[in-house]
């Protein structure tokens, strides 16, 4: 039980950390529309080396835009990572035997104000429309034979330039274009673009701000809104743990693309799935991944029980009960930068994201490392509790189990059924009748053989279900029992299903 679960939380120590990524192969779709909370999405990439931190960071600034714009921007992370490799290799008292590709938000962030954000298409031409780029870690190759070489005697930033340009196999027009920009060695401050460059400043890409005291977004530069955002570790006192996430939650409410660091341990993930259930005790983590975040699921909301993710809310008293001191969170969703791999929801709909899990982000084995590691969002979002938030009904219930809500202090005309668990509500529902002695006093569903002619097998339209009922598609096996009455087995038919005239129907 979570309610049981989070009572038992342990506390967390976790500092910020460089992140340093994995990835996973495989293709890329756009993200889902309809969720708890509606965080517009880009599309799904899939990350080649380990600058996830860059994917997470345009993934975030791809969302800013879309919600100020309504469009979709397709961000370069191959120009960042050029300079990123840039500052790194100019910078080293000694060149270091490979190229570091972690890095942090911040960075991200410093290297948009500094160079800009460039089109996908712009800096690479070929990988206009792909999502995940060979061009990457053919550089990365390029610059570790490099460091044994040419950059063990000579890392002036002429010679640094003239290599990342062979490295990352620009063409003489963009070469062009970043030496009319930036100069061809000391690189100066992104202020004019060359002509036809498609780069964009941070001072002048617009994106959505939206303050947690305001009912409002409003439209700023980029600039303007990185300046708001700071990374947040996990805290070390278990007591401070639902104010914390209470934070994450409401930036979420708002439709904040809200950013996860956390610690990767592939022998606890479900990779069928697409989820990281549990961290496994004694696990050894492989690496520290950032992503943003797309929903979350909620348990034990007051009145209400589960609230699933996928499922949009647009009810503000109903999302200001999720921030309920009560309320859990089994898992958050997350759009991922490993490609189009397993969808969690089971729905087709979210191909390319995990869920996260409490038991994974959160273990309580002493022994399992924490997956958190950190969140990214507004400074101006808080811990505080709503309120005005109602008072869970099933606190009165005498003892586990379903209460109709009109014997635990609601009106009597009142048609919710409540499961409750430990005096929270697990689940909710509302009767189509009336609510009666724990249970719900609704008619029986119709049985759809009992318009069968004879004993067979017959499709739901068949049987007169409309095309838009959710049993259109049931192939039912119509029998009657010893006293005549239809009984209706059936199997979902999952490519849909056939009316054979004079015989029995099919599924596809």
Same mark, same amino acid.
């Given at each position: 039980?979570?309610?049981m679960?989070?009572?038992?939380?342990?506390?967390?120590?976790?500092?910020?950390?460089?992140?340093?990524?994995?990835?996973?192969?495989s293709?890329?779709?756009?993200?889902?529309?309809?969720?708890?909370?509606?965080?517009?999405?880009?599309?799904?990439?899939?990350?080649?080396?380990?600058?996830?931190?860059?994917?997470?960071?345009?993934?975030?600034?791809?969302?800013?835009?879309?919600?100020?714009?309504?469009?979709?921007?397709?961000?370069?992370?191959?120009?960042?990572?050029?300079w990123?490799?840039?500052?790194k290799?100019?910078?080293?008292?000694?060149?270091?035997?490979?190229?570091?590709?972690?890095?942090?938000?911040?960075?991200?962030?410093?290297?948009m104000?500094?160079?800009?954000?460039?089109?996908?298409?712009?800096?690479?031409?070929?990988?206009?429309?792909?999502?995940r780029?060979?061009?990457?870690?053919?550089?990365?190759?390029?610059?570790?034979?490099?460091?044994?070489?040419?950059?063990?005697?000579?890392?002036?930033?002429?010679?640094l330039?003239?290599?990342?340009?062979?490295?990352?196999?620009?063409?003489?027009?963009?070469?062009?274009?970043?030496?009319?920009?930036?100069?061809?060695?000391?690189?100066?401050?992104?202020?004019?673009v060359?002509?036809g460059?498609?780069?964009?400043?941070?001072?002048?890409?617009?994106?959505?701000q939206?303050?947690?005291?305001?009912?409002?977004?409003?439209?700023? /530069?980029?600039?303007?809104?990185?300046?708001? &955002?700071?990374?947040?570790?996990? *805290? #070390?006192?278990? +007591?401070?743990?639902? %104010? $914390?996430?209470?934070?994450?939650?409401?930036?979420?409410?708002?439709?904040?693309?809200?950013?996860?660091?956390?610690?990767?341990?592939?022998?606890?993930?479900?990779g069928?799935q697409?989820?990281?259930?549990?961290?496994?005790?004694?696990?050894?983590?492989?690496?520290?991944?950032?992503?943003?975040?797309?929903?979350?699921?909620?348990?034990?909301?007051?009145?209400?029980?589960?609230?699933?993710?996928?499922?949009?809310?647009?009810?503000?008293?109903?999302?200001?009960?999720a921030l309920?001191?009560?309320?859990?969170? /089994?898992?958050?969703?997350?759009?991922?930068? &490993?490609?189009?791999?397993?969808? *969690? #929801?089971?729905? +087709?709909?979210?191909? %390319? $994201?995990?869920?996260?899990?409490?038991?994974?982000?959160?273990?309580?084995?002493?022994?399992?490392?924490?997956?958190?590691?950190?969140?990214?969002?507004?400074?101006?979002?808080?811990?505080?509790?709503?309120?005005?938030?109602?008072?869970?009904?099933?606190?009165?219930?005498?003892?586990?189990?379903?209460f109709?809500?009109?014997?635990?202090?609601?009106?009597?005309?009142?048609?919710?059924?409540?499961?409750?668990?430990?005096?929270?509500?697990?689940?909710?529902?509302?009767?189509?009748?009336?609510?009666?002695?724990?249970?719900?006093?609704?008619?029986?569903?119709?049985?759809?053989?009992?318009?069968?002619?004879?004993?067979?097998?017959?499709?739901?339209?068949?049987?007169?279900?409309?095309?838009?009922?959710?049993?259109?598609?049931?192939?039912?096996?119509?029998?009657?029992?010893?006293?005549?009455?239809?009984?209706?087995?059936?199997?979902?038919?999952?490519?849909?299903?056939?009316?054979?005239?004079?015989?029995?129907?099919?599924?596809?």
């Amino acid at each position: 039980m979570w309610a049981m679960l989070r009572k038992a939380l342990l506390g967390l120590g976790l500092g910020l950390v460089l992140v340093g990524c994995g990835s996973d192969q495989s293709d890329a779709v756009t993200g889902p529309e309809d969720e708890i909370v509606d965080v517009p999405s880009s599309r799904v990439k899939n990350q080649s080396i380990g600058n996830c931190w860059l994917y997470a960071s345009m993934g975030w600034v791809e969302s800013l835009h879309m919600r100020a714009t309504g469009k979709e921007l397709n961000l370069s992370e191959t120009y960042l990572t050029y300079w990123d490799w840039y500052e790194k290799l100019v910078r080293a008292t000694a060149a270091p035997d490979t190229i570091a590709t972690g890095g942090f938000f911040t960075t991200a962030t410093r290297l948009m104000n500094t160079y800009g954000l460039a089109e996908e298409g712009a800096f690479i031409p070929g990988e206009a429309e792909i999502d995940r780029s060979a061009v990457q870690s053919k550089a990365e190759s390029y610059i570790n034979t490099a460091l044994k070489g040419t950059f063990k005697t000579d890392r002036s930033p002429k010679t640094l330039r003239a290599e990342l340009d062979k490295a990352f196999g620009l063409t003489p027009e963009v070469i062009a274009h970043m030496h009319a920009t930036f100069g061809d060695a000391a690189p100066r401050t992104l202020t004019t673009v060359s002509p036809g460059f498609k780069l964009f400043k941070s001072s002048e890409l617009m994106v959505s701000q939206k303050r947690a005291t305001s009912a409002t977004a409003t439209t700023v /530069p980029l600039r303007d809104e990185i300046s708001r &955002w700071r990374e947040n570790s996990a *805290p #070390s006192d278990r +007591g401070q743990l639902r %104010g $914390y996430l209470r934070r994450i939650q409401k930036a979420l409410h708002d439709a904040q693309p809200v950013l996860i660091v956390w610690n990767v341990d592939w022998e606890s993930r479900n990779g069928s799935q697409g989820t990281f259930p549990k961290m496994q005790p004694n696990a050894k983590i492989d690496g520290v991944h950032m992503t943003v975040l797309e929903d979350y699921q909620a348990a034990y909301v007051p009145n209400l029980g589960t609230l699933p993710a996928g499922v949009n809310v647009s009810d503000k008293s109903v999302l200001d009960a999720a921030l309920s001191s009560q309320v859990e969170i /089994p898992f958050f969703r997350i759009k991922n930068s &490993w490609g189009n791999t397993a969808d *969690p #929801s089971g729905t +087709g709909t979210f191909k %390319g $994201y995990v869920d996260l899990y409490d038991a994974y982000l959160f273990p309580t084995d002493a022994t399992a490392p924490k997956g958190i590691v950190s969140f990214v969002l507004p400074s101006d979002y808080d811990t505080s509790t709503p309120a005005g938030i109602p008072a869970d009904m099933c606190d009165k219930a005498t003892s586990d189990g379903s209460f109709c809500a009109s014997t635990l202090g609601a009106s009597s005309t009142d048609k919710r059924l409540l499961t409750c668990d430990t005096g929270l509500t697990s689940a909710m529902k509302t009767c189509s009748t009336s609510c009666s002695a724990g249970a719900c006093a609704d008619p029986p569903p119709p049985n759809p053989c009992e318009k069968a002619t004879a004993p067979g097998k017959y499709c739901g339209t068949t049987l007169g279900l409309a095309a838009t009922d959710v049993n259109a598609a049931m192939l039912y096996s119509c029998q009657q029992d010893v006293d005549g009455k239809w009984i209706s087995p059936g199997t979902k038919c999952e490519k849909g299903c056939t009316r054979v005239d004079g015989d029995s129907d099919r599924c596809n």
